[in-house]
């Protein structure tokens, strides 16, 4: 579950990670509240605007601004909010904007120039340990660092055993060129970075940029948080803070019908039961000239409901040209799902796509027999090869 910018620095700030003080407005009245209530606290004049939307980029989109009087920040916040924000991360529609953070602005103009640093804390799959990536080049994309400059790149493996060691604070305060007063700073915000990561069962915390303000202070400017679905239920409220306006919304609906479903970008829907089962059938879709349109995992109860209730997620898209059940009956009946799909076909009216559908398992043959004999617009394959003939066969 990905967290808006906003949240996820609560959750550093709840750690001790320092961050700039902000307050979330959903309307530029609420901006100019928000700003003058900044000023009363911080003493700063100046605030910066930030659209809350799951995207990074956000900044050349057009969706962080610097107001630096109260006018400006009515202004900026009324075309920020409710704006389609379009960044290198989003669609080319974009993302509509329902909240801004108004936060003090941290880079005090004048003296000397603040730094800007990349850290982020995630699990490295490769080694099995969580990892600490840092490099000197914040404040923009680092996959380009890691393209052009990946020398730029360090990063510092915490061995479960131990935990973070000083030693590495100090070396990552060190590659960063920090001294003195900042580079003491710099050991605390990585100790307290890492463990709000870890202690929120986060799958990646990222912060980009860290800044080093002119009096050497070390803060999260932006903060960019995953957090791991599966230990959801030990954060109650980590979980309340999830906005389902920022998720697919097909997603969402099959996530409350407890189906396991993944929007893809092809034009043969597919009904499968297992996760395993699924990948397999979205190979054999693509060996046959299709391009699967989603991962549909149904489950082990493949009955009438559910199964008409997959067939509705399905056709939500428009991209859809045939659908492929493929559906191994192994602690569920083949001739109970058949009779499923029948069922949900007729409740349903017609369906204007083909269908294929491929039953392998206990009583396949009945089950081949029950589609066979509905008097249904549905092809019945009993081999995955002979499915796949007809999926190519229906695309042609
Ligand atoms: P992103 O574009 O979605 O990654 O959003 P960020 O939070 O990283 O902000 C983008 C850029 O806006 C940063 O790299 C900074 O250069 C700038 N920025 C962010 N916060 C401030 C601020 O408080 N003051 C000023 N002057 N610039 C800021
Ligand atoms: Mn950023």
Redesign the pocket.
């Known amino acids: 579950m990905n967290l808006h ?1 906003y949240q996820g620095k609560e959750i550093l700030n709840s750690f001790g990670v320092r961050i ?1 003080r902000g307050i979330v407005a959903t309307t530029p009245a609420e901006a100019v509240a928000a700003a003058k209530k900044l000023t009363e606290d911080t003493g700063t004049g ?3 605007i ?1 659209a809350q939307v799951h ?7 057009g ?2 601004k ?1 107001a630096k009087n109260l006018e400006q920040v009515e202004e900026i916040a009324g075309n920020i909010i409710g704006m389609n924000l379009i ?1 290198p991360q989003t669609s080319a529609e974009g993302k509509k904007v329902h909240q801004v953070l108004v ?5 005090y ?1 004048g003296d000397s120039e603040p730094e ?1 640093y990349y850290m982020s804390v995630l699990l490295n799959r490769a080694t099995g340990r969580n990892m600490i990536m840092y490099s000197t080049e ?3 994309d680092i996959e380009t660092v890691a393209e052009e400059t990946p020398h730029l790149i360090f990063h510092e493996e915490v061995d479960p055993a131990t935990g973070l060691l000083g030693f590495q604070a100090r070396r990552i305060a060190f590659n960063l060129g920090l001294s003195g007063m900042a580079f003491k700073e710099m050991t605390k915000f990585v100790f307290a970075l890492y463990k709000a990561y870890t202690n929120s069962d986060s799958s990646l915390f990222e912060i ?2 860290v ?1 080093k303000t002119s009096d050497d202070k070390i803060m999260a ?2 903060a ?1 948080v995953s957090l791991d679905d599966n230990a959801l239920f030990r954060h109650k409220d980590y979980a309340a803070m999830r906005d389902t306006r920022e998720e697919n919304p097909v997603e969402v609906e099959a996530g409350e019908k407890g189906l396991n479903y993944v929007d893809l970008d092809g034009n043969v829907g597919c009904m499968v039961n297992g996760a395993g089962l699924a990948m397999a059938t979205m190979d054999l879709i693509k060996q046959a000239g299709g391009e699967p349109a989603n991962f549909l995992d149904v489950g082990g109860t493949a009955d009438a409901e559910r199964v008409e209730a997959a067939f509705k997620l399905i056709l939500k898209d428009p991209n859809v040209k045939a659908i492929l059940v493929n559906i191994f009956g192994g602690i569920v009946r083949c001739d109970r799902v058949a009779q499923g799909i029948v069922d949900a076909y007729k409740n349903m009216g017609t369906i204007e796509v083909p269908i294929i559908v491929r039953l392998q398992g206990t009583n396949a043959d009945i089950a081949k027999e029950l589609i066979d004999n509905s008097g249904l617009d549905v092809q019945s394959a009993i081999e995955f090869q002979e499915a796949a003939d007809k999926v190519q066969a229906v695309l042609a």
């Open positions: 910018e700039q100046w605030h910066v930030k995207a990074g980029g956000r900044g050349k989109g969706g962080v610097l960044t936060a003090e602005d941290v880079y103009p800007e914040g404040g923009m980009n940029p800044l400017v932006d960019k």
